[in-house]
């Protein structure tokens, strides 16, 4: 057969026996790209904040095991063992709680932190006066082996009212 085209015929163009042709089908390839990619354009910030604000604290937030051991080494003042917790800053703190005069609580981490081996740092004691009365504040900090040790606290007439302790990697 002479002039015969041996191109198979398009499947776009081939309806089933004995019907016409049709006009050709249109790829849809294309539409399922522009879906991705509006998909991805949308949703790629949402992942992307998730990612930095909820994955990245559950990865580098927390108390490393050597904070944690910074601060279970010893029981906190009236023998309490509280159990480390962590904020969003990535501080790894107790919050004992306390009642007594802010010389013996100064005076008990002291002694315990002498005696586990940390290195006293200065400490500061401050008096200011607010509407309800005279409040004192103050600190303690400790260093050994790349941590540091922090011991805020508040006083009110006499009784410690408010009592952190913080452990970090320096």
Not at 41 to 55: E, K, R, W, Y
Not at 87 to 107: F, Q
Not at 147 to 167: C, D, F
Request: proline share 9%.
């Amino acid at each position: 057969m002479a002039g015969a085209s041996t191109t198979p015929p398009r499947p776009d163009l081939v309806g089933p026996p004995g019907a016409e042709p049709g006009p050709p089908r249109i790829r849809k390839r294309w539409l399922w790209w522009v879906i991705g990619s509006v998909v991805a354009i949308v949703f790629a910030p949402v992942i992307l904040f998730s990612a930095v604000n909820g994955l990245g604290d559950l990865l580098t937030a927390g108390c490393s095991d050597a904070e944690r051991a910074a601060l279970t080494k010893f029981p906190h003042y009236g023998g309490i063992i509280a159990e480390p917790e962590d904020n969003a800053e990535g501080s790894c703190y107790v919050t004992p709680p306390v009642g007594d005069t802010p010389d013996d609580v100064i005076a008990y981490y002291r002694e315990q932190l002498t005696e586990h081996g940390w290195t006293l740092d200065e400490s500061e004691q401050q008096e200011s006066e607010t509407s309800e009365g005279p409040l004192e504040t103050g600190s303690i900090t400790a260093h050994r082996e790349g941590l540091s040790w922090e011991l805020l606290y508040e006083a009110e007439e006499g009784r410690t009212i408010t009592l952190v302790v913080y452990a970090s990697e320096a």
